[in-house]
């Protein structure tokens, strides 16, 4: 029987963050054949990194609010969060378009390429799970 090791606080997110990193250079290859390589890499870089902000935001959020002990701070608490972090995308998205060496379309490829990676992460936690339970 295992014994419970405690896990550094951002275990979770390492092997997502690595994951991000490798679709954004996926996505920064491909790009960098029919664009202007400067402009579609920093608006790759700009959608990870924002993406990235995005999930740690998410999960502080999520910890301060089950931390709290009344339903009605808790949940002024979780609207907050979400509102900031819809306020970060909203930001991101007119940077994309108003700056002209950041190409939009590298920004939002860029945050569907996380949530590819959000989705790979899932699927290797539960085949590890399934494979533990074996």
Known sequence: MMEDVERPENAGF???????????LFIFIAGCFFVDPLS???????????????YIMMERSLKRTLQME??????????T???????????????AVLV??????AVVLAVIGSMAANRWQKWEDKRRGKADRN
Do not use: D, N
């Open 40 to 54: 579609w890499g920093i608006g790759v870089l700009l959608g990870a990194v924002c993406t990235m902000v995005r």
């Open 81 to 95: 969060g979400y509102l900031l972090r819809e306020l970060l995308f909203v930001v991101l998205f007119l940077l």
């Open 14 to 24: 390492l092997p997502l963050a690595w994951k991000i990193g490798a679709v954004g």
């Open 100 to 105: 002209p060496w950041v190409h939009p379309l």
């Open 70 to 79: 009344t339903g009605s701070q808790a949940a002024k608490s979780a609207l």
